[in-house]
C-alpha cells in the first residue's frame, strides 16, 4: 500500500518552455505532499510542501511564480516549472505521508533537462 | 553546523563485511528518524524507521543516540546489492513532519 504515482519518469524541455508534474497518491488519501528538487550528488532539497485545498507553503529562496503547485484534490498534486531553463535542470520528486511514524512514501521522480 | 550531518564516503567494503555508519543532527527537538537508501537516479526508499530503543530487520540495525544525537545503521553480511546511498533523515522538531535530509553516504559492495 501507500503508493505514489509521478509522472512524466524524464522530460527535455526547450528553453522557455512549462513544464507540469504530476503527484498521485493512488490507494490513500494525501492532504499534504511535498516537493523536493535534487542536484546531482546533493541532498533531497524541499521545494514547498503542498496543501490540498489551500496554497502550497514555499520554502525561502524557491520562487513561487516560477513553481507553481497545484493541489486540487486529495488524491493529485501538480508542479509546473513555468519558463524552465538550464540551471532548472534537476531531479524532481514528490512524497506524502499516511503517517508521520510510517515514513514517507515517494514518486519516482521525473528528471527534467531543459536545453 | 548543516541540520542533519552525514560522512559521504564513499566506503569500499567487500560483500559479506560488516559496515555501520552514523549521522549527526542538531535539532534536539527532532522525533522522528529514518534511513533512506537511494539508487543512482531512482528515487528514495525508506529502509527504516529508527525507534529509541533500536530496531533490528534482518541484515540491518539501528541505533538512536538521543544524547549525542546521533542515529547509526550497521548492516551486516553485506551483498552487492547493498550498493547504493543511504540517507539519513530527520523530522524538523516535535510533531512537524517536514523531513530534514542528509546528503548520504555512498556505499560500494565489492565482490
Known amino acids: 500500500g501507500a503508493v505514489v504515482s509521478q509522472h512524466p519518469s524524464w522530460v527535455i524541455c526547450k528553453s522557455g518552455t512549462s513544464v507540469k508534474i504530476e503527484c498521485r497518491s493512488l490507494?490513500?488519501?494525501?492532504?499534504?505532499m511535498f516537493w523536493y528538487r535534487q542536484f546531482p550528488k546533493q541532498s533531497l532539497m524541499l521545494m514547498a510542501t503542498?496543501?490540498?485545498?489551500?496554497?502550497?507553503?514555499?520554502e525561502q529562496g524557491v520562487e513561487k511564480d516560477k513553481f507553481l503547485i497545484n493541489h486540487a484534490s486529495l488524491t493529485l498534486s501538480t508542479l509546473t516549472v513555468t519558463s524552465a531553463h538550464p540551471e532548472d535542470s534537476s531531479f524532481y520528486i514528490c512524497?506524502?505521508?499516511?503517517?508521520?511514524?510510517?515514513?514517507?512514501?515517494f514518486g519516482s521522480g521525473t528528471r527534467l533537462t531543459v536545453v | 553546523r548543516k541540520e542533519v550531518e552525514q560522512d559521504p564516503g564513499p566506503f569500499n567494503v567487500p560483500e559479506g563485511a560488516t559496515v555501520a555508519f552514523n549521522c549527526t543532527y542538531s535539532?534536539?527537538?527532532?522525533?522522528?528518524f529514518f534511513w533512506y537508501r537511494q539508487d543512482c537516479r531512482k528515487e528514495p526508499k525508506l529502509l527504516m524507521s529508527?525507534?529509541?530503543?533500536?530496531n533490528e530487520d534482518g541484515r540491518f540495525t539501528a541505533q538512536l543516540n538521543r544524547a549525542s544525537q546521533y542515529i547509526s545503521l550497521l548492516i551486516r553480511d553485506s551483498k552487492l546489492s547493498d550498493s547504493a546511498t543511504y540517507l539519513c533523515?530527520?523530522?524538523?522538531?516535535?510533531?512537524?513532519?517536514?523531513?530534514?535530509w542528509g546528503a548520504g553516504t555512498k556505499l560500494i559492495i565489492k565482490p
Open positions: 535539532n534536539s527537538a527532532s522525533q522522528s
Open positions: 512524497s506524502a505521508s499516511y503517517g508521520a511514524s510510517y515514513g514517507y512514501t
Open positions: 490507494d490513500f488519501q494525501a492532504t499534504t
Open positions: 503542498s496543501n490540498e485545498g489551500s496554497k502550497a507553503t514555499y
Open positions: 529508527v525507534y529509541s530503543s533500536g
Open positions: 533523515v530527520v523530522n524538523k522538531g516535535g510533531s512537524n513532519y517536514q523531513l530534514i
